[in-house]
C-alpha cells in the first residue's frame, strides 16, 4: 500500500471519523489509471467497477492491505459482521462548469469511504474547484435500515451552498481541495459529505477515486436499491 503505517491511521478514524492518508502525487500509477478512467468513461461523469479502477485497487494494494484491516475495524469496534466481498468502486469525472454536480450533501450506505484524487483542478484561477466539504460524525451509526432511512432524509434539507453554511454553524465541517492529492478515508454512514461545483473557466476535470467498503443494510435496502438504479 502507498501508506505504510495503516495502524496509526485506523487507530483514530472510529474516533475522528475521518483521517488523511499520505499523499499519493508521485504514485507511478496515478496519471495511468486517469488517462485508463477518461477513455473508458467516455462522455459519462460515472464509471461503477472500470476495469482502470479494478486495476488501481490492485497497484495501491488496497485489497491486500487496507481491505483486511477494515474488515477488522467493523467487527472488532463498530460489532458489525462484513464481507470481504463487499467493496463498490467507483470512479466520478467532473467537467468544468457543471453546476448539477455542487452540493449534493448525503450520507454514504457504507460503513467506510476511500476518496483517492487522480487529477485535481489549480485552484490559483477559481474559487470553486470540486472541493469536497464533509462533517465527521454528523450523525451516529444508524441501528438499523428505519433510523438509517430518515436521518438521510432530515439532513436533505441541508442540500444546497446555503444548507451546508447552515449546517457548519452546528457541527464541525472540514474542506478538502486535495491539492496535496493526500486521500481521504473516512466513515462513510455517519459523515455527511458533498462537493461544490466546478467553476466554468476552470481549464481541468476533477477526477477521484471513491472506493466504498461494507454496506450493513439489507439486501433490499436503500443503498442497494440506488445502486441497482443507477446500473439501468
Not at 474488515?71 to 469496534?77: H, I, P, S, T
Not at 463498530?78 to 448525503?106: F, K, Q, T
Not at 451516529?140 to 444548507?163: D, L
Amino acid at each position: 500500500m502507498y501508506c505504510d503505517n495503516l495502524d496509526f491511521y485506523l487507530e483514530q478514524l472510529p474516533r475522528v471519523g475521518a483521517v488523511k492518508l499520505p499523499s499519493v502525487k508521485d504514485a507511478s500509477w496515478r496519471s495511468r489509471t486517469y488517462d485508463q478512467c477518461m477513455k473508458e468513461l467516455g462522455v459519462k461523469s460515472y464509471g461503477e467497477n472500470l476495469q482502470a479502477n479494478l486495476e488501481f485497487l490492485r497497484h495501491s494494494s488496497i485489497i491486500t492491505d487496507l481491505l483486511p484491516k477494515l474488515v477488522e475495524l467493523a467487527k472488532q469496534q463498530l460489532n458489525v459482521n462484513v464481507s470481504p466481498n463487499d467493496v463498490y468502486n467507483v470512479c466520478r469525472l467532473v467537467r468544468p462548469g457543471d453546476a448539477s454536480e455542487g452540493y449534493r450533501g448525503h450520507f454514504d450506505s457504507h460503513l467506510f469511504t476511500l476518496v483517492t484524487p487522480l487529477n485535481i483542478p489549480n485552484f490559483s484561477n477559481v474559487r470553486n474547484g470540486g472541493q469536497l466539504h464533509y462533517f465527521p460524525m454528523a450523525r451516529k451509526q444508524p441501528r438499523n435500515e428505519i433510523q438509517n432511512i430518515f436521518g438521510k432524509v432530515a439532513y436533505k434539507r441541508y442540500n444546497s451552498e446555503t444548507g451546508f453554511e447552515k449546517l457548519a454553524t452546528k457541527t464541525v465541517r472540514k474542506i478538502d481541495d486535495f491539492q496535496d492529492y493526500c486521500p481521504l478515508l473516512f466513515m462513510g454512514n455517519t459523515t455527511f459529505h458533498g462537493n461544490s461545483p466546478i467553476q466554468a473557466n476552470s481549464t481541468e476535470n476533477r477526477m477521484t477515486i471513491l472506493t466504498h467498503f461494507f454496506d450493513p443494510s439489507p439486501r433490499y435496502g436503500l443503498g442497494a436499491v440506488m445502486r441497482k438504479i443507477r446500473r439501468r
